[in-house]
């Protein structure tokens, strides 16, 4: 399996950040995975941001609940995170992950990440 996050690399405050993850290697509608969505700040640990699972089902870290939606196209085998309303604070690596089978909390495989700044 194998992920690839693509984004802008730059994002003003206030916008919504949108990126995206290509899979290739496995199909994002295979049951008992769950595609995640982790960050990780400049000098601090990994931040879980949230995942979408194998029919469709979204569940979010509750500090980020308010500003966070991720989606799937299963015809491109893609998921999508998109952050609103973000703050130079969002600034981060941004990666996407599949899970081991059917564990939400440990992720196997991993993309190389992308670097979202935000700022104006």
């Known amino acids: 399996v194998q992920l690839q996050e693509s984004g802008p690399g730059l994002v003003k405050p206030s916008q919504t950040l949108s990126l995206t993850c290509t899979v290739s290697?496995?199909?994002?509608?295979?049951?008992?995975?769950?595609w995640g969505w982790i960050r990780q700040p400049p000098g601090k640990a990994l931040e879980w941001i949230g995942y979408?699972?194998?029919?469709?089902?979204?569940y979010y870290s509750p500090s980020l609940k308010s500003r966070t939606s991720i989606s799937r196209d299963t015809s491109n085998n893609q998921v999508s995170l998109q952050l609103s309303s973000v703050t130079p604070g969002d600034t981060a690596v941004y990666y996407c992950?599949?899970?081991?089978?059917?564990?939400?909390?440990?992720?196997?495989?991993w993309g190389q990440g992308t670097q979202t700044t935000v700022s104006s």
């Open positions: 979408i699972d194998s029919s469709g089902s979204t």
């Open positions: 992950a599949r899970s081991l089978r059917g564990d939400s909390v440990k992720y196997e495989y």
């Open positions: 290697g496995g199909s994002i509608t295979a049951n008992y995975y769950y």
